[in-house]
C-alpha cells in the first residue's frame, strides 16, 4: 500500500466549477500535511499547508481529518490557470525533523472553456 | 536570486556509464535534497542532507551516491547507470525553520538506453 494514496485523475471540469480532491496517508506519525501543484514538465510548488482546524487561501480551501487519515483540497471558482497536477504531501513522521517529505502520486486536474 | 539550479537539464547515458548530477541554491538554505519522479509513482527521496559535510539515505538511495562538500552545492551520482534509473530528478532545498517548505529546482531528465 502506498504511503500517500490519491485518485490520479484526470478531473475534467468546466471553467467556474467546483472541484475536490482527496487524499488518504498511511501513517499516523505524520505531523505536518500540504498540497503542491505541479505543472506540465515543471516542478512542485507548494501551494498551501493544510491545518488540523482547515485553512483557506483565496479560491482554495484546505481540510484535514487526522482520525480518518484523510486530507481535501477544494477549488471553488475553478480557472484555466488552474490546470496542473495537485500533489498531496505529508511529513515522514518521527521525532527528528529532517524535513523528509512523502509525495502522493498527484491528481491532474484539466479545467476546460 | 537564481533560486535552484540543476544542471544539467536533459542527459541520454548508455548503461554502465557513470554521470554527477549538479544542484545548486543561493539561498543560504542548510537543508537539501534529491528526489526522482517517475510516472505513477509521485516522487520519492533518494537522499538528503541538513547540513554541508552531511548526508542521509532516503527512501530509493541505492545505485546513487551524494556529496555535499559545499553548503550551496548537492551533488548526485551514478557510478554505473541503469536503464531502471532513466526518471526526472528533482533537487530542492529548505532551510531549517520550515524544513517542509522546499524550493525545487528545475529538473534533470536523465534517459539511460
Known amino acids: 500500500r502506498k504511503e500517500v494514496e490519491q485518485d490520479p485523475g484526470p478531473f475534467n471540469v468546466p471553467e467556474g466549477a467546483t472541484v475536490a480532491f482527496n487524499c488518504t496517508y498511511s501513517?499516523?506519525?505524520?505531523?505536518?500535511f500540504f498540497w503542491y501543484r505541479q505543472d506540465c514538465r515543471k516542478e512542485p510548488k507548494l501551494l498551501m499547508s493544510?491545518?488540523?482546524s482547515g485553512n483557506e487561501d483565496g479560491r482554495f480551501t484546505a481540510q484535514l481529518n487526522r482520525a480518518s487519515q484523510y486530507i481535501s483540497l477544494l477549488i471553488r471558482d475553478s480557472k484555466l490557470s488552474d490546470s496542473a497536477t495537485y500533489l498531496c504531501?505529508?511529513?515522514?513522521?518521527?521525532?527528528?525533523?529532517?524535513?523528509?517529505?512523502?509525495f502522493g502520486q498527484g491528481t491532474t486536474l484539466q479545467v476546460k472553456p | 536570486n537564481a533560486g535552484v539550479t540543476q544542471t544539467p537539464k536533459f542527459r541520454v547515458l548508455k548503461t554502465g556509464q557513470s554521470m554527477t548530477l549538479l544542484c545548486a541554491q543561493d539561498?543560504?538554505?542548510?537543508?537539501m535534497y534529491w528526489y526522482r519522479q517517475d510516472p505513477g509513482m509521485g516522487l520519492r527521496l533518494i537522499h538528503y542532507?541538513?547540513?554541508?559535510?552531511?548526508?542521509a539515505k532516503g527512501e530509493v538511495p541505492d545505485g546513487y551516491n551524494v556529496s555535499r562538500l559545499k553548503k550551496q552545492n548537492f551533488l548526485l551520482g551514478l557510478e554505473s547507470a541503469a536503464p531502471s534509473q532513466t526518471s526526472v530528478y528533482f533537487c530542492?532545498?529548505?532551510?531549517?525553520?520550515?524544513?517542509?517548505?522546499?524550493?525545487f529546482g528545475p529538473g534533470t531528465r536523465l534517459t539511460v538506453l
Open positions: 542532507s541538513v547540513g554541508e559535510g552531511t548526508t
Open positions: 493544510v491545518y488540523s
Open positions: 501513517n499516523s506519525a505524520s505531523q505536518s
Open positions: 539561498m543560504n538554505h542548510e537543508y
Open positions: 504531501v505529508v511529513s515522514g513522521g518521527g521525532s527528528s525533523n529532517t524535513g523528509k517529505l512523502i
Open positions: 530542492a532545498s529548505t532551510n531549517g525553520g520550515d524544513p517542509h517548505r522546499q524550493f
